[in-house]
Structure formats: C-alpha cells, structure tokens
C-alpha cells in the first residue's frame, strides 16, 4: 500500500471555523484531524482509565461477544502491549451508560453540524445515531478496514492516549476487496498491516493516508472512506455517525434498503419523503448548523 504524500490536512477550529470547514472538507468530503473542537468538553482531562475504573469498574460490558467487568478489562488494557493485545472495547453504545457520562461530553462538537438524523423531521422515533466509547490498550487494533454503515460521517474524538489511522478515500474500493451483501462495507482482507498479497493482490496498489490523533483532536471520516485504527498507547475516544446534504443521497439508498429488509411498502413510501426531507434541511439550516433535537415527539410521518 502506498501513504500519500503530505499527510492528511490539520487545522485549529478557532481559525478553521464551520463555514470553511464546511466548503474545504464537509462538502467535498475530504478527512481532516481539527484540534480544539472538543475544549469544552469536560470529558477532556477527565475521561482517564483510572476513572473509569473508579466509577465504573463493576460494570459488565460485552468485547467480541465475551462479557469482562470493567475493572478487569481496564487492569488488561494498561498492561497491553503490541504482542499481547488486551481486547478492545469499541463501539460501546453511550446510550445505555449513566447520564451524567453523556453529560461530560454535551454538547457535541460545532464540527459534527449540522446532524439531519436529529432533525424533528426525521422519520423514526430512533433514529440511527450513536454515540459510542472506545477503550483499548497499546498494540489493540479495531477488527476490520471498514466504512462507516449507512454511508453516515464519522467524527472521533480523542479523550486520552494516541491511536494510528489508516483511511483511504472511496474510489479506493476495489483494492481493498470489500463483503458483500449487509457487510459490503467490510474489506475482507484480515490482516491490513500484513495482508496477503497472494490472496488480495490490489491492495500494494491502495493508496491511503495514516497518521496519529491526539488527545483534544477530532477525525472527520467522510461517508464512504475506507478506515481503521491501532492504538499506540491507552486509549480513549468517542465517535458520533452524522448525515447531511453531501451523504444523505448515499445515506437515503442505504436507510431505504435496511427498512426494505422488513417493509418493501414502507421503504417505498420513505424514500420520496427523505427526498423531501433532504430539500427542506437543505433551505432551513440555521445558524446552529441542526434543526431539532433528540429527543422530541414522534413526527406524524414517521414509517415505524
């Protein structure tokens, strides 16, 4: 694989601002790692594995299918080392911790506005945002070369300790084998740091971007761009899937396909309205860069 030259692009949100990082990044979605975006959080500081672990430590949470209390997973973690990985805790649903942690990290970064699935207009009681924690130790590798499902952004905020990116832009695809069917935004190659090349040939082809992120910087992956991560030291990070005017074509064909597993009649009535839907965001973004909350009552139009 081939790392492009220059690096991926870095920028301060005081002097980037959201109307450039909207013209520069969001609309062309092209990734960017934007320092400072997260300064108000009070996870910043304070989200550490000593205070998961003295807050939370008899928690269960589930890695890979196999329960751990938290405390002994943290004890694995701090202990990792890129021979003897600890499991890694990823994409843990902020949604079923005690409020007070979703507290220390409200509100969501300007960045991630405008967020059209928080939108009152948005079909579904549920709508398809999490916000997700992810704990791992040194040498800990998320399992798969992946694109982000629903074709929604991603944005990563890292809390604490360093993790290595690897992200490569859509028109990548081919070299990096992805599934098909549900898991078609999953390459199949296992082992991205050592593939075979005998099996995946076109991926000493891929180009891509790797790079680190730091505590207090965010990583924007735009809708459909190939990414991955190793962590260097113990980390911390949340994420939070966005969809708005540049994916929510790719996002509507997705969604619309998900509800037609279970309702060809629902998914036929709903794609006409998230076109609809899509028109009206598009001419009423407001200064906040969302519409709505999470949270309100059901719309009238909602396809549950």
Request: proline residues 7%.
């Amino acid at each position: 694989m081939k790392i492009l030259s220059g690096g991926i692009a870095r920028h301060d949100w005081k002097s980037l601002g959201r109307d450039a990082f909207r013209r520069k990044y969001l609309m062309p979605q092209r990734p960017a790692v934007i320092s400072g975006a997260i300064d108000h959080w009070v996870a910043m500081g304070k989200w550490t594995p000593d205070f998961f672990r003295q807050h939370y430590q008899e928690r269960v949470v589930k890695v890979d299918g196999e329960k751990w209390r938290l405390g002994e997973l943290l004890d694995r973690i701090e202990t990792s080392t890129p021979g003897a990985a600890a499991p890694y805790l990823h994409n843990e649903l902020l949604a079923n911790w005690p409020d007070e942690l979703r507290a220390d990290i409200s509100p969501m970064p300007e960045c991630t506005r405008p967020n059209w699935l928080e939108s009152r207009t948005f079909p579904s009681r549920n709508p398809p945002i999490y916000i997700e924690l992810y704990i791992g130790g040194s040498g800990a590798r998320f399992p798969v070369l992946h694109y982000d499902g629903l074709n929604t952004h991603a944005f990563l905020m890292q809390l604490h300790g360093v993790k290595e990116y690897l992200a490569l832009a859509p028109d990548q695809a081919t070299f990096v084998y992805p599934q098909t069917g549900e898991a078609r935004n999953r390459s199949r190659i296992d082992n991205i740091e050592k593939p075979d090349l005998a099996a995946f040939p076109l991926f000493g082809e891929a180009t891509g971007y790797r790079f680190e992120l730091h505590p207090g910087e965010t990583l924007f992956v735009p809708s459909g761009w190939w990414h991955t991560a190793r962590i260097v030291s113990t980390s911390v990070t949340v994420s939070i899937n966005t969809a708005n005017a540049p994916n929510w074509k790719a996002f509507t064909r997705d969604y619309c396909a998900d509800v037609a597993s279970h309702s060809r009649f629902k998914a036929a009535l709903l794609r006409p309205y998230m076109l609809m839907m899509r028109g009206i965001l598009s001419c009423n973004r407001d200064r906040r860069g969302s519409i709505g909350r999470i949270g309100l009552d059901r719309h009238p139009m909602s396809f549950e």
